[in-house]
């Protein structure tokens, strides 16, 4: 079972909402449902949600209880725009793979949209547009290319040299892509609702509950738990984020560290539209307003230290990220009111593994790596309830653990 790891450190802006409680029982005697949920952030969030949508009977557990692992570490810039851009992953995994996995992207940013609309959670949901920002890794004319590439993939884009963004937006840079259609939220608040909006419909909750082992047969899988009692279910979906689980094969990924800070709220000092900006440089910087004004804004990615090391890190990243944003934004106050560490999972396409364990079909992992986890979070959730629900998903292949 799972590696465990001290997910984040210091204090995530978002301690400064209340999100609603989500109420959980002690898991006392032996339980039966048709789907047990290890991991109760926003990824078990969103599948909870899903399969009891479909009428499916729902556990979920969590060793440590809802919304306390990597879900509020999280900046929830929850953008349909992949890390990897979409001219560099034609070349990775061929282009009509990698356009298809940017359109189910965007596509998943609607979706997710239109559900929070439709169970109205109250999570402060804004659809802001996003710039792209020319940087180390894509300068203007490979940002120009970009645009093309994603404009023949039915995705608009629009190309911006530095006078316009300069004008539009008040950003003194060479070049930038504009999208839209993204959306900025409280990540805490969303989780929270989805888990309400699942227990409404008899999803059972159960923490602090930590899963040991997992034996599978042809119709059933036994979970036993750290204090005794099992779980027999008929599958099972580990969305336990990035601490690794040693039957999931050993994809390729890394796990990075990363700092993020947030500022006072000082809505009259936001930038036009309040765009979601990011930088094509490594690392990048990424940066969003809040419902109330305040700036969040990250990066300063590196390779996962241990987290006491990671953790001694904070003040001077911190640093670094607000001299940055003082760069591109001279006229903010870029003191940090907030700042925190977290750690989480990348892969070198960008992309997530999502589906059945190979050899254990009733096993199904939601490994939603890179800079969309939220995104890839609301794809994880359809695939596998299709899955559960006895169909397929066309879109399954693109981020199957057995994928070419």
């Known amino acids: ?35 047990l949920i290890i991991g109760m952030g926003i990824s078990g969030a969103m599948t909870a949600e899903a399969l009891t949508a ?9 060793r440590r209880g809802p919304l306390k692992g990597s879900t509020s570490a999280t900046t929830a810039l929850v953008q349909f725009e992949i890390d990897q851009p979409l001219s560099v992953l034609s070349k990775m995994i061929g282009k009509t793979s990698a356009e298809q996995a940017w359109r189910r992207s965007r596509l998943a940013v609607s979706n997710l949209a239109a559900r929070i609309a439709e169970l109205e959670i109250n999570c402060s949901p804004g659809r802001n547009p996003s710039l792209y920002l020319a940087g180390t890794l894509l300068g203007p004319s490979e940002l120009r290319d970009e645009a093309e590439a994603r404009r023949q993939a039915g995705i608009a884009a629009t190309y911006l040299t530095a006078a316009p963004l300069a004008e539009k937006f008040g950003i003194d840079r060479e070049a930038a892509i504009l999208s839209h259609g993204n959306i900025a939220l409280d990540p805490r608040k969303l989780t929270a609702g989805l888990l309400l909006s699942a227990s409404q419909r008899k999803a059972r909750f159960y923490a602090p509950v930590e899963a040991t082992a997992i034996e599978d047969s042809a119709d059933e899988v036994v979970v036993a738990t750290r ?5 027999t279910t008929r599958h ?16 390729a990924h890394r796990i990075i560290s990363t700092w993020a800070i947030a500022t006072r709220p000082q809505p009259r000092k936001i930038w036009r539209r309040a765009a979601f900006i990011w930088e094509a440089s490594d690392p990048y910087l990424y940066m969003r307003a809040t419902a109330d004004g305040r700036v969040v804004c990250g990066g300063e990615d590196e390779d996962f230290v241990e987290e006491a090391r990671r953790d001694e890190l904070i003040a ?16 903010l106050d870029v003191r940090p009111e907030f700042a925190w560490t977290g750690s989480f999972g990348t892969t070198t396409t960008g992309l997530p593994y999502i589906g059945a364990i190979p050899r254990h079909p009733r096993i199904h992992a939601v490994m939603g790596y890179g800079g969309n986890g939220i995104t890839f979070s609301q794809i994880a959730s359809e695939i596998v309830s299709a899955s559960v629900n006895g169909q397929s998903d066309t879109d399954a292949e693109l981020f199957a653990f057995n994928r070419r």
Do not use: N, Q
Not at 13 to 18: F, G, K, L, P, Q
């Open 227 to 231: 204090d005794g009692p099992t779980i």
């Open 54 to 62: 479909h009428g499916h009977a729902v556990i979920c557990i969590d």
């Open 316 to 331: 001077d990243k911190t640093a670094r990220i607000a001299e940055k944003l003082g760069r591109l934004f001279p006229h």
């Open 236 to 251: 099972v979906v580990l969305a336990t984020g990035y601490e690794l689980v040693d039957m999931v094969p050993a994809a």
């Open 1 to 35: 079972m799972p590696r465990k790891l001290d997910l984040r450190s210091g204090r995530p802006v978002w301690s400064a909402y209340r999100a609603p409680a989500v109420p959980t029982a002690a898991l006392t005697r032996d339980a039966k449902a048709d789907v």
